[in-house]
Structures are given as structure tokens and as C-alpha cells.
Antibody
Framework: QVQLQESGPGLVKPSQTLSLTCTVS??????????WSWIRQPAGKGLEWIGR???????NYNPSLKSRVTISVDTSKNQFSLKLSSVTAADTAVYYC???????????????WGQGTLVTVSS | EIVMTQSPATLSVSPGERATLSCRAS??????LAWYQQKPGQAPRLLIY???TRATGIPARFSGSGSGTEFTLTISSLQSEDFAVYYC????????????FGQGTKLEIK
């Protein structure tokens, strides 16, 4: 059973960089069949996809966040990470990591999710 | 960007009754649509993918239909554990490549 677990600081100051790591267990992050994403959800609001990474390091980002987002992968640790720079209060949210499966080369839905971690941006 | 619009925002239904939730895409996403259930304090759970295929372990009372721009999630006989927020999500992969979710439908007990 694949499990994903987010970790990182729960409080970040405005203008600083938010950094989170997702540790994958029960399967290899290097499997060629999966992409690994970050998704966030402000309190009481909907879901926003932030970006994704493939095991090769290839990334895609939400255009609205692209200038501030970096996602990286460390296959030796079975982890992938998120960095979001120049944060403001609007970046306060629960951050999820999730896996999406490729079917015939098409990257699809999110079948496994982490439990989520709350990050608050405040001085 | 493909915009996903869900209706209604809140749906009040009695246990045992049928619930029908709608999701509309601003342009065709073919059958590249998933539905998720989210309970308070929990991560979303995949229910349906490919617009109509139930994910592993999802009860048969959940069904999805539609293609193109109009989609429906139907819960045939509501159980107490089904009251939650439901999101649709497109994964059409057309440029600009990004996934988008609907704003959610809250299914509450009537």
C-alpha cells in the first residue's frame, strides 16, 4: 500500500520561502508510471494544483504560481519537495502531496494522497 | 485554463435517497474527469476516474456519467458516511498543462 507523508514547517514568515517534503513509502518514486504533485487547499475553500514532477526531474507548474514554485525529486530518499518563494498570507493552506498515474502516456487522476499539512504564513 | 463549475454548491438530501451532483467544464475534457470525496480534516479520496469508472474499493452506489463538458456523480442510496464535500477534477492535459478542480458540492443531511 503506497503512503505519502508531508513534512515541513507549519509557520512561515511573509516574504520567506515555504519548503515541504513528501516521503513516499510502499513503492518506488522512481517507477516510470507515476507523476508526483503538490496540491493546496485554503481553509474552507477548494483545491488548487500547484505542480508536478516526474522521476526524471521534468516538471510542470500551475501558470499562476510558476514564477514562485520549484518542485524537485530525490530518488535516493524516495522523496519529492516543494519550494514556494515570496509567500504571503494568501499562501496559507493545507498542502497535500499526491500521486497520479499515467495511462497510455496520459497523466491522469490522483489516486493516492498524503494526509496534508497546514502551513500558516504569518509574522 | 479549463474552468470546472459544480452545482449545486450545497445539496440537502435525506439518508436513503438519491443524490445527483453536476460538474461542467468550460471546454471539452473528453472523459478525462475524476470525482473525489472529502470529509472534514481528511485528504480527498478518489471515487471515480475516466468519468465513469469506480476506483478500487468504492461502493457500487457511486456512479459517474458524462463526457465532453457535462458530468454527473450519482449516489443511489445515501448512507450516513456519504455526507461530505465532493470535487470534480479534469486531467485533460491540453496546454496550458494544468489540472483544475471544481469548487465543490457539499452534500448535507436533510
Amino acid at each position: 500500500q503506497v503512503q505519502l507523508q508531508e513534512s515541513g514547517p507549519g509557520l512561515v514568515k511573509p516574504s520567506q520561502t515555504l519548503s515541504l517534503t513528501c516521503t513516499v513509502s510502499g513503492g518506488s518514486i522512481s517507477s516510470g508510471s507515476y507523476y508526483w504533485s503538490w496540491i493546496r487547499q485554503p481553509a474552507g475553500k477548494g483545491l488548487e494544483w500547484i505542480g508536478r514532477i516526474y522521476t526524471s526531474g521534468s516538471t510542470n507548474y500551475n501558470p499562476s504560481l510558476k514564477s514562485r514554485v520549484t518542485i524537485s525529486v530525490d530518488t535516493s530518499k524516495n522523496q519529492f519537495s516543494l519550494k514556494l518563494s515570496s509567500v504571503t498570507a494568501a499562501d496559507t493552506a493545507v498542502y497535500y502531496c499526491a500521486r497520479s498515474i499515467t495511462i497510455f502516456g496520459v497523466v491522469t487522476y490522483f489516486d493516492y494522497w498524503g494526509q496534508g499539512t497546514l502551513v500558516t504564513v504569518s509574522s | 485554463e479549463i474552468v470546472m463549475t459544480q452545482s449545486p454548491a450545497t445539496l440537502s438530501v435525506s439518508p436513503g435517497e438519491r443524490a445527483t451532483l453536476s460538474c461542467r467544464a468550460s471546454q471539452s475534457v473528453s472523459s478525462n474527469l475524476a470525482w473525489y470525496q472529502q470529509k472534514p480534516g481528511q485528504a480527498p479520496r478518489l471515487l471515480i476516474y475516466g468519468a465513469s469508472t469506480r476506483a478500487t474499493g468504492i461502493p457500487a452506489r457511486f456512479s459517474g456519467s458524462g463526457s465532453g463538458t457535462e458530468f454527473t456523480l450519482t449516489i443511489s442510496s445515501l448512507q450516513s458516511e456519504d455526507f461530505a464535500v465532493y470535487y470534480c477534477q479534469q486531467y485533460n492535459n491540453w496546454p496550458p498543462l494544468m489540472y483544475t478542480f471544481g469548487q465543490g458540492t457539499k452534500l448535507e443531511i436533510k
